[in-house]
């Protein structure tokens, strides 16, 4: 039997001094999402932000194909393609800035016009992202993430300001994603309907 692509031993993590969780531990493989639930406080962008190594962890380990993703960090953040809470993009950029500068720093080609197309934002290409709604500065993230060719996606509440047509976007993107061989783990307070999701409930 295949080793899973991600697995987690023994997490624990702190956040003001305070513990967050502790002993948490999964396993992800291909193909595979892991939806991250519980209340407010419950940890979850926290743990999504110790798995990119953005706050270390107490204990615990992560293993990326066997192998522990603290021994090269620089290397596991290339695995990675990381939506937040906030959109993270520049408003003086336009929709097609935003993505094509986010492929160059990860130095990947990217194929901009097939994220574009994926979120319906070809007619807002060339706009800057100063210029739009909040359901639409969210699609340009989400673009961004499916731009990165990046195998594991990490999705801190990806449906928020996304109507009903904009949902089905991410959710066809995400199939597509995991169809593929990719995984990912999100955040979330609402319930995202793909083959191979899983549960966790982080209790407050």
């Known amino acids: 039997m295949a080793s899973p692509a991600l697995e987690v031993t023994g997490l624990a993590c702190r956040r003001g001094g305070r513990p967050v969780f502790a002993g948490l531990s999964f396993a992800l493989e291909s193909g595979g999402l892991l ?104 699609r340009t993230a989400l673009a961004r993430v499916a731009a990165a060719q990046a195998p594991f996606w990490l999705l801190d509440e990806p449906l928020n300001a996304l109507d009903a047509p904009s949902q089905k976007m991410l959710l066809a993107a995400l199939e597509a994603h995991l169809a593929s061989g990719g995984l990912a783990v999100a955040a979330t307070h609402a319930t995202i309907k793909v083959r191979g999701a899983t549960t966790l409930e982080l209790a407050a």
């Not at 901009?112 to 807002?124: E, Q, R, S, V």
Request: net charge positive; glycine share 12%; no cysteine.
């Open 35 to 138: 939806a991250l639930t519980g209340r407010n406080g419950s940890g979850k962008t926290t743990l999504l932000r110790a798995l990119a190594l953005l706050v270390p962890a107490e204990a615990g380990a992560i293993h990326w194909q066997g192998e522990d993703v603290r021994s090269d960090a620089d290397r596991w953040r290339g695995q990675i393609a990381w939506l937040g809470h906030l959109d993270g993009l520049k408003g003086d950029f336009t929709v097609r800035e935003n993505i094509d500068v986010a492929n160059r720093l990860r130095g990947v080609a990217g194929d901009t016009d097939a994220a574009l197309a994926a979120f319906d934002l070809a007619p807002l290409a060339s706009r800057p992202v100063r210029t739009l709604s909040a359901g639409q500065r969210r």
